[in-house]
């Protein structure tokens, strides 16, 4: 697709790695209550919460217990970059392990088994080996508010992350996104589209 491209694995954009990228999208999307939240939102209104860095918008997948594959329309400035997932997963202590060792294999092994991914724009696959598109992060902490996307009690809390990123370079045309990711199981499916408008 003519007109956008994606930033190499192991690269800085803006200054970040991929890895600390992952972290600044999760530090976003977990602050933002569930009745907000871009994830449950099947319209793209939300997409606009909480977003303020100058460089980078963030995009989001949709949760598998949402039955609804979302067909999102958001209105993005021209010349910032998109960072999203294509699956993902986060471990919190205490639920999912108590040292950090454990969150990470936790993460690791949900990861582990993902089998079909796709990337398309107006239509068409962009990258052929979305499997390297894989970043793990260090542990490290969010707080959680009220009402949270996890569920869980509101606070600080220790996580790991796993998953499949794509950070574009700057758009500067309108086009449709389309995602997808599952487990080999088949059991988790998670997909979602998007119409993506620019603005000077």
């Not at 190499?8 to 600044?24: A, E, F, R, V």
Request: proline residues 6%; aromatic residues 12%.
């Amino acid at each position: 697709f003519v007109g956008l491209k994606i930033f190499p694995l192991d690269s800085h954009p803006y200054g970040l790695s991929y890895q600390q990228w992952t972290i600044k999208w999760w530090s976003w999307i977990l602050q933002i209550p569930q009745e907000n939240s871009p994830a449950f939102d099947l319209t793209g209104r939300n997409a606009y919460i909480k977003q303020n860095n100058p460089y980078v918008f963030f995009l989001c997948q949709t949760f598998d217990r949402n039955n609804s594959a979302p067909n999102r329309i958001v209105s993005i400035k021209k010349g910032l970059s998109l960072f999203f997932p294509l699956i993902n997963w986060i471990s919190v202590s205490p639920e999912d392990g108590k040292t950090d060792a454990d969150l990470i294999l936790k993460a690791e092994a949900k990861m582990d088994t993902i089998g079909d991914m796709k990337l398309n724009i107006n239509g068409h696959p962009i990258c052929t080996n979305l499997e390297k598109y894989r970043f793990k992060s260090h542990p490290f902490h969010v707080n959680l508010p009220r009402n949270n996307i996890l569920e869980l009690d509101a606070g600080i809390k220790k996580v790991a992350s796993d998953g499949y990123w794509i950070l574009t370079e700057a758009i500067t045309v309108p086009f449709h996104l389309v995602t997808f990711g599952s487990c080999t199981s088949g059991l988790t499916k998670i997909g979602v589209r998007y119409e993506i408008n620019v603005i000077a």
